[in-house]
């Protein structure tokens, strides 16, 4: 027992004095599983935990799994840090083997290892504990694989398995231990850590979170702040389907050029989202690189009159030559689109009708059908894929269904989202007439 609460004052003079980390810190049984909202200081506890049981145990060997290399790198940045800590309030050298941004090996035969998603080199140690750090960004097929790896190098020592993460949707590795028809679910001991846990406990995070909250969707709020598993089903484009467009882009090796630039030539595509009650355009430019349509070129026009945007507008057709541009006609888009339709023609620059659930649902639909079959590549852009993401359907008392994105104070943002929709109409839409591009 002694030794139980040295660990846990340790633990908080290194850095974990939030009640959820000594919660979690304490726990000593054999499954956890934590969900979490974003910035709690997960990574952070899991870290002290692990240099405290490696440090106290002979012979303890430790594997912490995170999904890439870059949060692999910081989970051990954090270890080393709690590591010159604990020698600074110690006053002692630890004597250590190795020590390295992937591994720390003592001098006492205990060992840390902080891998990235890689099977292969978690089956060739066995070890005491294994954590898997992040798990709501492992994906189904991914986590298995992981967790096939972790029960072997498990299974010579009996070892202990931590799984803790941010819900992504209820799929996924994590969802697995938290699905409570799940026969994995019943083996674990559960920790949920909400927004208001370390709000109750730091104020200036409290004021964080409220500002964050002004930005995000209910649902967005729910998963990244209360740590819920939100149920996608209302979402037009879920985690799964930006994903698989996210890796198309990734596999392709696309950039997205500057604005300003001038692409080689090709054909372009371009969608307008004219700011209506917000002071933002939007300009999504398209290029169809062999089957693939892909993002060249995105552009936000911040508190810019009108004039000023027609000119920027102008240039880049000039520089672009889009086969086609698109534009929403909503409020002053109508304006936008007369001046750029008596300038190119009616069969280069036309209007989307938004105004009108059926077509705004047809528009909508394409583009996530371009998505579905891979045809659409999108870079990893924050903005966009949280206004897509958070873009959903409601179905209205008459039967209806509605549309919307983003919820803020004043507007839907989804300004984003329906450039980019413009973009795929222009690439997708037939022209008018006989013009011969
Ligand atoms: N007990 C604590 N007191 C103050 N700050 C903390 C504490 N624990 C973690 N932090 C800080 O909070 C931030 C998020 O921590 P991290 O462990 O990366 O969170 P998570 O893994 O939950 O996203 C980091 O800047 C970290 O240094
Ligand atoms: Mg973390």
Redesign the pocket.
């Given at each position: 027992m002694a030794k139980k609460l040295d660990r846990l004052e340790l633990a908080k003079k290194l850095?974990?004095?939030?009640d959820y980390?000594q919660a979690v810190i304490g726990c000593h049984d054999k499954y956890r599983t934590v969900r979490?909202?974003?910035?709690?200081?997960?990574?952070?506890?899991?870290?002290i935990e692990s240099l405290l049981d490696a440090f106290m145990q002979d012979d303890y060997v430790i594997c912490i799994i995170s999904p890439t290399s870059r949060q692999s790198l910081?989970m051990m940045r954090?270890i080393k840090k709690a590591f010159r800590r604990f020698e600074k309030l110690t006053g002692s050298m630890i004597p250590t083997e190795k020590f390295t941004s992937e591994e720390i090996v003592f001098h006492h035969g205990s060992e840390i290892h902080s891998l990235p998603n890689n099977p292969a080199g978690i089956q060739g140690i066995d070890c005491n504990h294994a954590i898997i750090?992040?798990a709501g960004l492992f994906g189904q097929r991914e986590g298995e694989d992981i967790i096939d790896a972790v029960v072997g190098s498990l299974s010579a020592k009996k070892g202990r398995l931590t799984i803790?993460g941010?819900p992504k949707g209820k799929r996924g590795l994590l969802w697995q231990y938290w699905d409570t028809s799940s026969d994995r679910y019943k083996e674990f001991t559960h920790f949920t850590?909400t927004w208001k846990d370390?709000a109750r406990?730091?104020k200036d995070?409290e004021k964080e979170v409220i500002t964050h909250k002004r930005i995000l969707s209910a649902t967005q709020f729910e998963e990244t702040y209360n740590a819920e598993f939100i149920d996608e089903g209302v979402l037009i484009f879920p985690h799964d389907i930006l994903d698989a467009s996210i890796a198309l882009w990734k596999t392709n090796g696309f950039v997205v050029m500057p604005f300003e630039g001038n692409p080689e030539s090709g054909r372009t595509y371009v969608g307008v989202d004219f700011g209506r009650k917000r002071d933002l355009t939007e300009i999504h430019v398209l290029k169809q690189e062999g089957k693939i349509l892909r993002t060249l070129m995105m552009k936000s026009l911040v508190k810019m009159n009108f004039e000023d945007q027609k000119d920027v507008i102008d240039r880049m057709m000039t520089r672009v030559r889009p086969v086609r541009m698109v534009i929403d006609e909503r409020g002053l888009g109508l304006a936008l689109l007369d001046y750029f339709q008596k300038k190119y023609g009616e069969s280069r620059v036309q209007p989307m009708k938004m105004s009108e659930q059926r077509s705004k649902e047809r528009l909508i639909l394409q583009c996530r059908n371009c998505i579905t079959d891979l045809q659409l590549a999108l870079p990893p852009n924050d903005e966009l894929h949280e206004q897509m993401h958070s873009f959903q359907k409601e179905y209205t008392d008459h039967g209806n269904v509605r549309y919307f994105g983003k919820v803020d104070e004043t507007d839907f943002m989804d300004d984003k989202v329906i450039a980019l929709v413009a973009a795929v109409e222009a690439a997708q839409s037939k022209p008018f007439g006989f013009t011969i591009m």
């Open positions: 850095g974990a004095n939030f980390q979490k909202a974003r910035q709690i200081g997960m990574t952070t506890a899991l870290g910081r954090y750090d992040e803790s941010k850590v370390r406990q730091d995070y």
